[in-house]
């Protein structure tokens, strides 16, 4: 998780000598360099001094350290009656390789922050990725081993959350081997590393099997009004609430809304590794909790609610909304209102809940 650090200090330090130190001449307020970065997407002047503050920064994305690199490799940035950001197809060579320069320390100052981020594990692993085997009713020709053009990945449930999350996975554990199976394929020793659970209960009974050993506060049910997925049930004050997701049509053909599930628990067959769950109603709710801590542009902020919400606790869970648009599923920003629907532990002190 992205938490407060020595190196995390660092980057503000550096950041906030770039725009007072770099071109003294200039003052440069925090107002004025965030309006400059403004013109290719809000930023408010209260976000950056979040990035120079020397006492509890927040982490910036990587993109938008690569416009500080961008800005401050040429002083032509600071040309005009306000300072602007240039495209990089407007740099000269000199002022090219200024930037290249600048974007590899900064980007390497965030990489000293994030090195522990939530997808990266400190021990020797190995990491399992248990994906749902879709039922042979609900595979193509492509599924079918004898076909020509076999493709393993037809066969899966959840293969875009799969895919997505094995793929980032590999990059933030280079030497460690992390490898995706179905459950029929999984023994004994897959499920005592680390082991990830892509998908739901019903094509997957070894998410049913590990969630149930964890006691986790949430459940999926079959509702008699929902044939596409199983609902979520979590107690609420005492009483179970159920979260279903949202319809464009009142057919209930058309998906607006699903519920996704992000939890971490010590894993039930092994305390010192772990046990993360990415769960759905539906597929686009799985890949909704894969993509919040995947994502380019919001999962920094999204691990920054994590450690802020839950702290050094061990375990966690969180109910989220998955917004469906123009059948694309949107990455779950879980400080915006109303996409976190119940987490737990509701206490942010709440020491080790192995």
Known sequence: MAVVSPEAQRLARRLRQLRVD??????LTQAKLAKAFD????????????WES?????????????????????????????????????????????????????LGLRSSVVAEGFWHFTDDGPVTLVCAQ???DQTGPLAEPANPNYTELHGYADADALIELHGHIRAENPNMTVHFMTPSEVDHDDLTGH???VGGVVWNDVTGRLSNMARLPVRQITGAELESGD????????????FWPEWADSEKKLLSGDVGLLARVPNPLNASRTLT?????????????????????????????????FGDARSFAIL?????????????????????????PQDTEASDLA
């Open 22 to 27: 770099h071109w003294p001449d200039a003052r």
């Open 39 to 50: 013109a290719e997407e809000a930023l408010q002047p209260a976000t950056v001094s979040s």
């Open 54 to 106: 020397a006492t509890v920064p927040k982490l910036p994305p990587r993109y938008r350290l690569q416009a500080y690199a961008r800005f401050f490799a040429t002083e032509r940035s600071l040309d005009g009656s306000s300072p602007k950001l240039l495209p990089l197809k407007e740099l000269t060579p000199h002022e090219l390789d200024n930037y290249k320069k600048l974007e590899m320390e900064l």
């Open 134 to 136: 879709l039922p042979t």
């Open 195 to 197: 082991v990830i659970l």
């Open 231 to 242: 609902i979520f049930v979590a107690e609420v004050d005492g009483d179970d609430k159920q």
């Open 277 to 309: 769950i990415c769960n759905g109603i539906h597929s686009r709710g799985v890949y909704g909790a894969v993509r919040a801590l995947t994502d380019t542009h919001l999962r920094d902020a999204n691990e920054r609610y994590i450690a802020a919400n």
């Open 320 to 344: 989220m909304s998955v917004e469906v648009i123009r059948n694309r599923t949107m990455t779950p920003d879980f400080s915006t209102n109303g996409v976190v629907l119940y987490q737990w």
